[in-house]
C-alpha cells in the first residue's frame, strides 16, 4: 500500500495542474464554443515570462502578478475581442485554424522576442521545493506538490463560487446555453464572453507556471502534453462537466504517477506507453463517448440564423480572371524552372527543391480539408510514416528509393485508412482531436523505435539512381526535376479527382454533410478514401523529403509540424492545388529569405509566426489570404487597363443579401 | 406485405421531452398525405427518423415490408426515401444542375465505382433526361448552372425538392416545404407535389399553410406532443374537438 501511495503521490501536483487547464478549456468551450487549442501556448507564455522576470532578480510576487494576473487575462481578452468572436459561431473549422495558429505561433513569438536560450526551472511560488513539509501516509510531501494542490483548489474554489453565487455567474452559466438568446433578453452577451476568455486564460497561466518549476528546464513541448492531458481530462467530462475534468486531470495524473513507479524506467511500457496515456485516453474517449461525438452540433437553437458562408473564390472567380492567373502562374513557374536549371546557386536550388517536396505534402491537405472538408494534425505523422518505410526498406532491404517511397505512400495509404476508422463517425473539433491524439501517440510509442523511427543518430535514406544516373550529386538539380515531375504527376491527380465525380460527392459532403447523405452519399466511403489518398501523398512527399536531406530522424515530422502545415496551407489556399504549391514555395523561400536577417530573427520561427499571423484571417477569407490578395490585385489592374470600366464581376467578400441558411436541420 | 412506407410504435425521447410516443403511420404509393400540428409536437422528427437522421429509441420503420430501421440515411436514400428539410441543407457552392447530379448518380443502388474518382463529372444520358425533367418541373431551368449560395431561400427550397425527387423517389418526404416560398413558387410547389404523386410516389407533407394542405393532401395527420390525436380526411380533422383543443390550446 505504501509503495502504491508513494507512486501515486508525485502523480497528484501533476494532475492538479492538467485539472487547471481543463477547468479553463470547459469554460470557454461551454461559453464560446471555442475549443481553445492555444491553452498549451498561453500556459508556456506565461511560464516563459514568469521565467525570464524571475531570472532577471524580481521578486516572485511582482513576477506572478505581472505573468499570471495582468498578461494571461490580457491575452485572453485581445483573442476573445480580436479573434474567436469575429468568427461565426458555426464556422468550426475556422476557429479550429485559428486556435491552431495560436498555439503554433504564440510560442515562436516568444522565442523571437525573448531569445531561445535555455532557461531552467524558475522558483516556486511560496513554498520551499526542497522542504518537506509533512508525510503523507509516509510519503514525503514538498513544498513543490503542496503549493500546486494549494493553488488548483484555491482556483477551484474560487470559479465555483462565482459561477454559483453570482449574478455574472449566472449570466455566464447562460451565455453556455446560447448567448444569442441571452442577447434577445437584452445582457450584452459579449461583456460575458470576455470575462469567460480571460477567466479561463488566467487559469491556463496559473497552470503554467505552476508547472514551470517541476521540469529542470522550459520546453514547449512540456506544454503541449499538458495540454493534450487537459484535453483528455476534459472529455472525461463531456468538455461539459467541471468537477467531472478536475477529477479526470488529477486521475490521470496519479495514473501517470503510478507508471513511472511501478513501470522499470528500461522497460518499453515506461518508454512507449507512458507517455502515450494522455493520447490513449483521449483518443479512446473521442471514439466511444456519444456526448464528444456530438459536440460538432451547435446546441445554440438561434445558430442556424448565421447566413451561409460566401461563396468561395472559386465559385466566383471570372473566367477572364481565371485565365489570366493561370497564364501568369504557369509562366512564373516556367521562369522559375529554367531559372533552377541554369543560374541558382546550389543552396537555392536546394531550398527550391524542398519546396516541390513541401508542395507534395501539402497537395495531401488539399485534398483532406480544402476537398474534404477536415482538419487533420497529423498530415506530418503520415509524411513520417512514408519516409521511415521507404529509408528503412533501403537500408535494410537494399530496395531503390524510389520504389521505396512508393511503398511508403502505400504504408501511409494503409495507416492513413485504418486511422480513418476510428474517425467514421466523427467531423469537425473531435475529428482534428483525435488526429492530433494519433500524431502524438505516434511520437511517442512508435517513432522512437529503431525499427520504426531509425537510429539515434538518424535514418539514412539515398538518393535515387535512375538508370546510370545518380542523382546524389552535390548539385541536386537532377532531384529538383524528379520532385518536379512528380508533384505535377501528384497535382494532374488531384484536379481530376476535384473536377469527378467523387469530387461532387466531397463537395456536398463537406458544404452538408446531412444534406449529402439523405441524396445517398455515403460519407464513410468518402472520409476513408480521403485519408487514405491524403496519407498516401503525405508519405509520398515525406519519402522524398527523406531521401532530399538524406538522413531523418522522427522529430523531422513530430506533431508540431503537422499544426504548422496546417496553418501553412490553409493561409495560402487550401481549396486548390495552386494553393498548396504557393504553400510549399512559400513557406521554404520566405524561411530561405529571412535566413538572412541577424541573430534570432534569422533562426526559422519568424517564418511560422508570419504564418501563424496570416492564418489567422481564416475566418474572413477561407479561400486563402494570398488567394484573396491575388484576386485583389489582378482586379484592380483588369480595371486599370480597362479604364475604370465596370468590373466584369463583382467581389464576393459578403454573403447574398437574401441569406439561405444553408445548414444541417437541428437534428444532426 | 404492406406497399409503401409503414411507421410503427416509434417513439423518441431528448432528455425528459418525449418527442414521439408510439406513433404510427401508412403511407401508400401515390398519396399524398398532411403531416400537421403546433410547434414541437413532433413533426420533423418523425421525418428524422423515417430519413434515418435520427435514431428511434422504439419503433418500426418499413418500406414495402423491408424494414429500415438499422439502415444509414444514405442507404435509405438508395432504396428510395428522398427528403427535404425544414432548415435547408443545400450544397452552397454547386450549382442546380451539380445538385441534381449528385443527388441522381448518388442514388444507384450500386454504388460508387472507382472510375467515378476520375470521371468528369458528366451525367449519362438517363441521368440528363432526369435531371432536366427535374429542372422544368420546378421551374429552375434559366438559373440551372448558377451556384445555390445565390439563390434565394424560396429557389432553395425547390433546388431541395428537385434533389429530392430527381431519381423518382419511393417516398418524399417535405419538412415545410412551402415555408419562405412566394405565390407562384408555392403554386410551383403545390403542382411538382401533385404531379410527383401521380407517379406513383408517397408524399408525406408537413406543412403549417393548412390551406395548400386542404388542396393537396388526401388524408392528413395530426401529430401533438408526439402522439396522433386524428386522422382521416381533411375536414374530418379539423371537426375534431381534440384537434381544434390543441391548436387553440387548453382552454377551448
Ligand atoms: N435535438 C433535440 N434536442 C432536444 N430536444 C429536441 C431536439 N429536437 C427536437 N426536440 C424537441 O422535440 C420536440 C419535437 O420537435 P420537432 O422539431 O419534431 O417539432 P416540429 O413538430 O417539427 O415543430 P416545428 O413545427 O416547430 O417544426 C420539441 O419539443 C423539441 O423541442
Ligand atoms: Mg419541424
Known amino acids: ?78 483573442l476573445d475581442r480580436y479573434l474567436f468572436r469575429r468568427i461565426a459561431a458555426t464556422n468550426t473549422t475556422a476557429k479550429l485554424v485559428s486556435a491552431v495558429a495560436i498555439f503554433v505561433g504564440l510560442p515562436q513569438l516568444v522565442t523571437l522576442v525573448f531569445g531561445s536560450a535555455t532557461r531552467f526551472a524558475p522558483p516556486t511560488l511560496f513554498l520551499n521545493p526542497a522542504n518537506v513539509y509533512f508525510h503523507l501516509f509516509s510519503t514525503p510531501v514538498n513544498g513543490l506538490e503542496l503549493e500546486t494542490v494549494i493553488a488548483a483548489a484555491a ?130 474517449l473521442l471514439v466511444t463517448r456519444p456526448r464528444l461525438r456530438a459536440l460538432e452540433d451547435s446546441e445554440d437553437p438561434l445558430s442556424g440564423c448565421d447566413p451561409p458562408p460566401p461563396p468561395s473564390i472559386i465559385a466566383t472567380r471570372g473566367p477572364e480572371l481565371d485565365r489570366i492567373i493561370r497564364l501568369g502562374g504557369r509562366a512564373l ?51 513520417g510514416a512514408g519516409a521511415f518505410i521507404a529509408g528503412q526498406l533501403a537500408v535494410h532491404h537494399g530496395v531503390p528509393i524510389l520504389l521505396g517511397s ?42 522512437p523505435y529503431s525499427w520504426a523511427g531509425g537510429p539515434p543518430g538518424g535514418l539514412f535514406v539515398p538518393r535515387p539512381v535512375i538508370g546510370s544516373i545518380s542523382l546524389a550529386t552535390t548539385s541536386s538539380k537532377g532531384f529538383f526535376v524528379l520532385a518536379l515531375v512528380i508533384l505535377v504527376l501528384c497535382v494532374i491527380g488531384v484536379k481530376l479527382i476535384q473536377r ?93 529569405l529571412l535566413s538572412y536577417l541577424p541573430g534570432r530573427w534569422g533562426a526559422g520561427g519568424l517564418a511560422v509566426v508570419l504564418f501563424a499571423f496570416s492564418a489567422l484571417t481564416y475566418a474572413s477569407h477561407p479561400e486563402g489570404v494570398v488567394e484573396y490578395q491575388k484576386r485583389l ?36 | 406485405m404492406a406497399e409503401g412506407l409503414a411507421v410503427e410504435g416509434l417513439s423518441v425521447g431528448f432528455g425528459g421531452v418525449r418527442a414521439l410516443d408510439g406513433v404510427d403511420l401508412a403511407l401508400r404509393p401515390g398519396e399524398i398525405v398532411g403531416l400537421v400540428g403546433p410547434n414541437g409536437a413532433g413533426k420533423s422528427t418523425l421525418i428524422n427518423c423515417v430519413g434515418g437522421q435520427l435514431e428511434a429509441a422504439a419503433g418500426r420503420v418499413s418500406l414495402d415490408g423491408a424494414p429500415l430501421d438499422s439502415m444509414p440515411p444514405y442507404l435509405r436514400a438508395r432504396r428510395g426515401v428522398l427528403r427535404t428539410f425544414q432548415r435547408i441543407a443545400v450544397f452552397p457552392e454547386l450549382t442546380v444542375r451539380e445538385h441534381l447530379f449528385v443527388a441522381v448518380r448518388a442514388r ?75 405565390p407562384r413558387e408555392a403554386e410551383t410547389l403545390a403542382t411538382v407535389l401533385r404531379s410527383v404523386a401521380g407517379q406513383g410516389t408517397g408524399v408525406l407533407l408537413v406543412e403549417h399553410d393548412l390551406a395548400m394542405v386542404a388542396e393537396l393532401c388526401d388524408r392528413v395527420v395530426v401529430l401533438h406532443v408526439g402522439r396522433v390525436i386524428a386522422q382521416g380526411s381533411f375536414a374530418e380533422v379539423m371537426a375534431d374537438p381534440t384537434v381544434q383543443r390543441a391548436y387553440l390550446g387548453h382552454a377551448a
Open chain 1, 155 to 284: 482556483a477551484v474554489v474560487a470559479v465555483s463560487a462565482v459561477l454559483r453565487s453570482s449574478r455574472l455567474g449566472l449570466t455566464i452559466r447562460a451565455a453556455v446555453e446560447s448567448p444569442r438568446l441571452l442577447e434577445l433578453e437584452g445582457v450584452r452577451s459579449d461583456r460575458v464572453l470576455s470575462v469567460a476568455w480571460m477567466g479561463s486564460s488566467f487559469m491556463a497561466g496559473l497552470a503554467g507556471v505552476l508547472l514551470a518549476p517541476q521540469y529542470p528546464t522550459l520546453q514547449f513541448n512540456d506544454y503541449a502534453i499538458l495540454l493534450v492531458a487537459a484535453l483528455a481530462a476534459a472529455a472525461l467530462g463531456d468538455l461539459a462537466n467541471v468537477p467531472m475534468a478536475l477529477v479526470g486531470g488529477v486521475l490521470l495524473g496519479v495514473v501517470e504517477g503510478l507508471g513511472s513507479g511501478y513501470f522499470s524506467p528500461s522497460s518499453i511500457w515506461h518508454t512507449g506507453l507512458l507517455p502515450a496515456i494522455p493520447f490513449l485516453v483521449l483518443a479512446v
Open chain 1, 633 to 668: 490585385w489582378t482586379e484592380r489592374v483588369e480595371r486599370l487597363v480597362r479604364h475604370g470600366g465596370q468590373p466584369p464581376y463583382t467581389m464576393a467578400t459578403s454573403p447574398p443579401k437574401e441569406p439561405a441558411t444553408a445548414g444541417s436541420d437541428h437534428h444532426g
Open chain 1, 333 to 383: 513557374a516556367l521562369g522559375a524552372v529554367i531559372s533552377v536549371l541554369t543560374w541558382v546557386p546550389g543552396n537555392w536550388a536546394f531550398t527550391l527543391t524542398s519546396g516541390l517536396v513541401y508542395s507534395i505534402m501539402f497537395l495531401s491537405i488539399t485534398l483532406i480539408t480544402g476537398m474534404g472538408g477536415e482538419v487533420s494534425l497529423c498530415q506530418a505523422t503520415f509524411a
Open chain 1, 1 to 78: 500500500m505504501s509503495t502504491f501511495l508513494s507512486y501515486a503521490v508525485p502523480g497528484v501536483p501533476f494532475g492538479c495542474t492538467y485539472a487547471i487547464v481543463a477547468m479553463g478549456l470547459v469554460l470557454t468551450y461551454r461559453t464560446t464554443g471555442v475549443f481553445n487549442f492555444a491553452f498549451g501556448a498561453q500556459a508556456y507564455a506565461s511560464a516563459f515570462v514568469y521565467t525570464v522576470l524571475t531570472g532577471q532578480g524580481v521578486a516572485v510576487l511582482p513576477a506572478f502578478l505581472i505573468s499570471v494576473v495582468v498578461l494571461a487575462p490580457a491575452r485572453g481578452w485581445i
Open chain 1, 406 to 447: 512508393l511503398v511508403g505512400a502505400l504504408g501511409a495509404l494503409v495507416v492513413g485508412a485504418i486511422g480513418a476508422l476510428p474517425a467514421l463517425r466523427l467531423r469537425g473539433l473531435p475529428l482534428a482531436l483525435l488526429t492530433l491524439a494519433l500524431a502524438l501517440l505516434a511520437d511517442n510509442a512508435v517513432f
Open chain 1, 500 to 592: 469527378a465525380t467523387v469530387g461532387r460527392y466531397l463537395d456536398a459532403l463537406r458544404a452538408s454533410p446531412i444534406g449529402a447523405q439523405s441524396v445517398g452519399i455515403n460519407p464513410s466511403a468518402a472520409k476513408i478514401l480521403v485519408f487514405a489518398l491524403s496519407a498516401a501523398l503525405a508519405g509520398l512527399g515525406g519519402a522524398l523529403f527523406g531521401s532530399l536531406q538524406q538522413s531523418i530522424t522522427p522529430s523531422d515530422f513530430n506533431y508540431q509540424f503537422s499544426l504548422v502545415f496546417v496553418v501553412v496551407v490553409v493561409t495560402t489556399g487550401v481549396r486548390t492545388t495552386e494553393g498548396a504549391i504557393q504553400a510549399g514555395m512559400g513557406f521554404v523561400v520566405l524561411q530561405q
Open chain 2, 108 to 182: 444507384r443502388p450500386a454504388g460508387t465505382r472507382w472510375s467515378e474518382l476520375v470521371d468528369r463529372a458528366q451525367p449519362n444520358e438517363a441521368e440528363a433526361l432526369a435531371i432536366e425533367e427535374a429542372l422544368d418541373r420546378v421551374g429552375l431551368r434559366e438559373r440551372a448552372d448558377v451556384a445555390v449560395a445565390t439563390l434565394p431561400l424560396g429557389a432553395c427550397r425547390l433546388v431541395e425538392i428537385a434533389r429530392a425527387l430527381v431519381g423518382g423517389p419511393r417516398v418524399l418526404l417535405a419538412d415545410e416545404p412551402s415555408s419562405g416560398l412566394d
